[in-house]
């Protein structure tokens, strides 16, 4: 499914968005719009430059060893049935890889933090470290755990400037995550983002 176009201007500037983001555990039922999905994706790993492949993220060697999920709930997103979509930056749209509402699961398998279970969509970000280790090596691990920092900080600013809040979790078993969601083995995961509006 493509995705409507990111944009490339905001009403909120980037410094108001460093000075007021927080992260948030507590959120509102309000459903998020095909546009704000999009816009919080293309911010995590959008493509950023006209007939070219850099994204919104730095990477080391410009590999990109992550990929970034959306775990929706019914009446989440506007127009999107629940589900689990898996991002696809080349054309900024996204597919789906389980139907059904797997946040439950995904907070269940992150030591029970229920909370998590709120907000609309929990974004997912996981690292293939083999993208990145035939160059670099053992090194190629920790060059994908800096990369998951700067695509979670594009995350969170980007929800802060559109109004929206978002919570960060690195408490969770790698494995029953990878089963909730159905994925690759190889896809480990770094990072949970719930994302939502304030309450």
């Not at 959008?46 to 850099?54: M, R």
Request: one cysteine or more.
């Amino acid at each position: 499914m493509r995705l409507p176009d990111p944009m490339l201007d905001g009403a909120v500037s980037l410094e108001r968005t460093v000075h007021q983001r927080r992260t948030i555990r507590s959120f509102e039922g309000k459903a998020l719009t095909l546009e704000q999905f999009s816009q919080l994706l293309w911010a995590a790993q959008g493509i950023t430059e006209t007939g070219g492949f850099k994204r919104a993220a730095p990477s080391a060697g410009a590999l990109y060893p992550m990929d970034i999920y959306g775990a929706v709930g019914r009446d989440c997103i506007e127009k999107l049935d629940p589900g689990l979509y898996h991002y696809e930056p080349a054309d900024h749209s996204i597919s789906l890889v389980q139907e059904g509402d797997v946040r439950r699961g995904i907070a269940a398998a992150s030591l029970g933090q229920m909370w998590m279970a709120h907000a609309p969509v929990t974004v997912v970000i996981t690292a293939e470290y083999n993208r990145i280790m035939g160059k670099y090596g053992q090194r190629g691990i920790r060059y994908a755990m800096i990369e998951a920092g700067h695509i979670g900080q594009n995350i969170f600013l980007q929800s802060e400037a559109m109004g929206l809040a978002a919570g960060i979790v690195g408490a969770f078993e790698d494995q029953k995550i990878i089963q909730v969601m159905g994925i690759k083995q190889t896809h480990e995961p770094l990072l949970i983002m719930p994302v939502g509006s304030k309450r």
